[in-house]
């Protein structure tokens, strides 16, 4: 599907209605109606979002494949530019201008925000957790449903996240940051099509690779460059306060190997500094807060250059012409012309180096204006996933939140399950007597547990085994029988199940 399109010769911009009971399939090309275009592709995302101005004899004239949720392919040839919905179309009528349609789209991955959800996992991947998200919404979810390409080198660490809301954007933020450097994208899968012969959108999670060259930016390519070194990312301590929900609060400190013991700089490149973060009343294992501060570590330990770079053409990793409407974010540009900025250049002293010549596309803008000049502004950046972070800072934050609804009454986040110490000394009882104590929890849990687990510490003159019964959200009743006349004894812990 081809169509001369405003700028380059090839593209088209086609639209069509998504699957519907309401409209039969519908499409159609509006590539030469279109005289002005932006587009972007963002990391972790993938497709970003879209502007265009479209000129028509008739822009009051309802289009059902112009309306919101209608789906957008901006093709050049076979490859996807661009593949979303629309989300906001403007009929706009003004003095200079006239009547035209001003349309805005996002992209595929707008579809993880759909559906904000309570889940709780103990001890589980982050491949299988997000394989059980993408299972609960298997009948509605507008993505493609090949998960091959999340984290196809199945990572073995384990986790027990609360997700009290969250959608599945989310949960990808979440774990990508947990895992350490990786990133996630929504881009279009490399062989299955939707009904209109368009690509479908597929998920993909993977370790960030800030190593291999995507693409190539020669001298005559670039039009500006703004090159910042920043301090405000260097530390090279990171020290992490948290709580145990078995061992209690706690804190971890992870440093630079570069630096001496004592503190003093050696081959360090900046001064020792330290960044603390407190993750709250969140629910952490020390080996959690140990990986969540080796990920800020290794975030923050070298200096960091911002660089946003504006180009009129661009190359692929062999130096061969691309098309700037094929460029995507989560890969990496090569600058020869910064060569100079490098301290440590390879044999040949033209070579890539990270962070002084080749950087991380973070963010892609291509922009056709009015005039139908064309060029593509990057955000590259040679850090981690500092997205990523701050979402995991903003989550942790709001959980301990939700963990403190109200003033005076402190409520338990979904899913989150509480211990506690429960049981008596009893006196003067007699043998075969039935023993009822209430246990009330600490505060309401979110609801009723399935059950309680009991773990005896100390007994006597007990007949089998205690039990939980009247099971409310705010607490039990702890039975036991006694064995023999006189004094009784069941003391121990108890684990809500199912809070």
Request: glycine content about 10%; proline content about 7%.
């Amino acid at each position: 599907m081809t169509a001369p399109y405003i700028g380059r010769p090839g593209m088209a911009l086609w639209a069509y209605t998504p699957p519907s009971n309401q409209w039969p399939l519908i499409v159609s090309d509006w590539g030469r109606d279109v005289r002005a275009l932006e587009f972007s592709t963002v990391a972790p995302g993938g497709f970003g979002d879209l502007a265009c101005i479209v000129r028509t004899p008739e822009p009051r004239i309802p289009r059902p494949e112009l309306a919101p949720f209608g789906k957008i392919a901006l093709m050049d040839g076979p490859f996807a530019c661009f593949l979303g919905e629309w989300s906001d179309p403007v009929q706009v009528m003004d003095g200079p201008h006239g009547e035209y349609l001003h349309l805005s789209a996002l992209g595929g991955g707008v579809a993880l925000r759909d559906d904000p959800d309570d889940s709780a996992y103990t001890n589980q991947t982050a491949q299988a957790i997000i394989a059980a998200e993408f299972s609960k919404r298997t009948a509605f979810l507008a993505l493609d449903g090949d998960q091959g390409l999340i984290l196809p080198a199945a990572p073995a660490t384990t986790f027990s996240p609360v997700y009290d809301g969250y959608d599945l954007e989310q949960i990808l933020h979440d774990l990508a940051f947990d895992l350490g450097d990786y990133a996630w994208t929504v881009y279009d899968h490399p062989r299955n099509r939707d009904a209109a012969g368009f690509p479908t959108c597929q998920v993909a999670v993977h370790p960030r690779d800030a190593q291999t060259i995507s693409y190539t930016a020669l001298g005559e390519d670039i039009v500006s460059w703004r090159v910042t070194p920043s301090t405000q990312r260097a530390y090279n301590v990171v020290q992490v306060a948290y709580v145990d929900p078995a061992a209690g609060p706690g804190v971890v400190t992870v440093s630079d190997s570069r630096l001496n013991g004592d503190g003093s700089q050696g081959y360090a490149p900046f001064r020792r500094r330290k960044l603390r973060r407190s993750l709250g009343r969140v629910p952490l294992t020390s080996a959690q807060a140990t990986t969540i501060a080796n990920a800020w570590l290794g975030a923050y330990k070298n200096l960091t250059n911002k660089v946003e770079v504006t180009l009129r053409s661009i190359r692929d990793a062999n130096g061969l012409p691309l098309p700037l409407s094929h460029v995507r974010a989560d890969g990496n540009l090569f600058i020869p012309e910064l060569a100079v900025r490098g301290q440590n250049l390879t044999a040949g002293g033209f070579g890539p180096v990270v962070g002084a010549n080749q950087f991380y596309i973070v963010e892609t803008v291509y922009r056709e204006d009015l005039d139908g000049a064309v060029s593509l502004k990057l955000v590259l950046d040679n850090y981690a996933d500092q997205a990523g972070a701050t979402l995991a800072q903003l989550k942790l934050s709001y959980e301990a939140a939700l963990r403190a609804r109200g003033v005076s009454s402190l409520v338990r986040s979904l899913g989150a399950n509480i211990s506690g110490p429960c049981g008596a000394t009893i006196g003067n009882q007699s043998a075969g007597g039935a023993v009822a104590i209430s246990i009330p929890f600490p505060y309401p849990l979110s609801r009723t547990p399935s059950s309680i687990t009991l773990t005896p510490t100390t007994t006597a003159h007990v007949t089998g085994s205690a039990t939980a019964t009247n099971i409310t959200a705010t607490g039990f009743t702890l039975n036991w029988t006694e064995t023999a006349a006189g004094a009784t004894t069941w003391l121990g812990s108890y684990l809500t199940v199912g809070a």
